[in-house]
């Protein structure tokens, strides 16, 4: 069911299993878990815009993911750090919750 309740993100404790396309981006930030946190998923996924410098050289707090796997599962050319919907929604989407 797709109800706001069940595609509520979880608690910071909670454990996650992401799928397997956003699995394949925290794989490449250096990500050898299979079952995270949502803190952990978060940094990987900073580790993943630092690391092939996916942010704007000017305007360092948007990420340009409009040619990279990012901006396929978050569905956007370039969003601004300080206006993150668009992770949360990818991440909705993208995350198994293990214990609600
Ligand atoms: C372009 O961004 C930056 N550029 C620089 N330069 C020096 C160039 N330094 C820091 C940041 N930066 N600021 C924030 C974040 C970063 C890095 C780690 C991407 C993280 C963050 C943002 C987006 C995703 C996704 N997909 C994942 C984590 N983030 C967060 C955003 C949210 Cl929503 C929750 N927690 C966070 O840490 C911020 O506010």
Known sequence: ASSPACRALPGEG???QPKAPLLQILRVAGAQEEVFTLKMVMHYLGQYIIVKELYDKQRQHIVHCQ???LGELLEVESFSVKSPSPVYEMLKKNLLILNG
């Open 14 to 16: 909670s454990q996650v």
């Open 67 to 69: 040619d990279d796997p």
